[in-house]
């Protein structure tokens, strides 16, 4: 296997909004993440990549884009943007941006020109997917991600436009060359500036399925499942590699697709080892586990991950893409809840602990490893206790549908589920220490801190040498230096496959082999495994052994053995 650069490195995922603010407006801004460089490069990552910063009216947290060539004057301008690539690159640090093209905002010029016109001969009419209303409705029953239907009517025209997210985002129609084209400039436009690559939001549903059919409705759903029908569409492939062609394979970059509805089968597509299409892609299987199959409810519950399941999921992708495409390793992003409160345990007793041993079970595997900000010290679920807390429309909307609309469920048992689940969990400000507003902002935040703040800081975490930062920055030394973390063979440990609480696997390459051993319980277990001789412990989250056989609460173990 040739090695290329993105696979021995791993990802800092920066949410700029929730990160730094350097000019006491309460939100997050580019030249706090220049203030900031240096804590990333004392963690060990190599890649930033920043959610989106460009000028956006801000209605899903820059996800809907009015100029893809222009900065957010909230996060700064174009001289702060160019200053932070230069810093970071000084730094050694590369720059990977948000691509969001699946849909634009209805701000954006494009969409200006498009929506109220009957002109036959305006171009920008055909730069977003329009339909006749079919008897007096939407053509089509699909829902939205965000609740509500995946349509809205404009008056002026008589027709209905396409939007799977907010109808402040309206879908980029992928079938007109021209559209294409505008993007493949625009990405060829940032590569001037030097940046080096792209995660692709969303971009497993960019190719729309022939005629717009029904979606499958589940039962006291409002509207059809739209991304089930729609996911890994009939052209979504070859749009891929014609970007491919245009852009990508002109840069040395990193690049990942966000595909959502992406199974084993379509990733050795999207990031075949051929490099045809993308480096990588961001699968959802793992994170869907402790949602609802087939119900309306969707990803909103309060029910645990069980290893079993998250174990199978993870091994399938690692047995499934091995030799053939490139996986990506996360637990968190910005739209997902925290790392240890979801997976670990984040009561005081168990929330250090746990957090590094989910790091070191994912870390171990192949592939490339993404860190939410935040992950790193451990930070937790926020825990709101009403709905009015809340910032993301997802979140709010879900609330509106289920509770009040469809009442699906008791207000109480929705504000459960949010906590568990909603968006915001992960995007309260970064905890860089114990001051007011934990040295996010001088002013209130735009969201409000975790009030464990006092606790859980990045200033505590770089006092401490048994930190959680301290272990994350091990992991990636580690990775840094022992190739078998990159091109190892995964595989299960004999009989784990049903373990209920150790989660135990291996790598192999000729010369050597890791032996990594994980128990997910806040129980003590016993467990024999053969360690060979000569075993090296790498790395673990307790301070000493024990017994050989007995694994504390959250115990993780790693071993290297020279064969
Ligand atoms: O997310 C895509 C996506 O699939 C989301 O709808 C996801 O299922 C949901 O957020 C999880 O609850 C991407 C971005 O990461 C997200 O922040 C955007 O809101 C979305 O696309 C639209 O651009
Ligand atoms: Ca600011």
Known sequence: MTKLWWQNAVVYQVYPKSFQDSNDDGIGDLRGIINRLDYIKELGADIIWLNPIYKSPDIDGGYDIADYQNINPTFGNMDDFECLLKTAHQKGLKIMMDLVVNHSSSDHEWFKKSIGSTDKNNKYRDYYVWRDPVDGHEPNNWGSFFSGPAWTFDEKSGQYYLHLFAKEQPDLNWDNPEVRNSIFDMMNWWAGKGIDGFRMDVISLISKPKDLPDAPKEEGAAYGNAGEIIANGPHVHEYLKEMNQKVLSKHDWITVGETAGVTTEEAKRYANMDESELNMVFQFEHVSLDGNKNTALGKWSDTKTSLIDLRANLAKWQKNLSGKAWNSLYWSNHDQPRTVSRFGNDA?????????????VLHFMQGTPYIYQGEEIGMTNIYFTDINQYRDLESINAYHELVEQEHLLPSETMIKYLAAHSRDNARTPMQWNGTENAGFSKVTPWLPVNPNYKLINVKDALN??????????????????L????????????????????????????EESLLVIANFTDKVVEREYRVLDNSKLLIQNYKDIVKNNELRPYEVRVYLYEK
Do not use: C
């Open 483 to 510: 190739p078998i973390i990159t091109d190892g063979v995964f595989n299960l440990v004999e009989g784990n496959e049903s373990d209920q609480e150790v989660f135990a696997y291996t790598r192999q390459n000729e």
């Open 348 to 360: 005081p007793k168990y929330r250090k602990v746990s957090a590094k041993m989910l790091a070191a």
């Open 464 to 481: 401490d040498k048994n930190s959680v930062f301290y272990f994350y920055q091990k992991l990636i030394k580690l990775r840094h230096e």
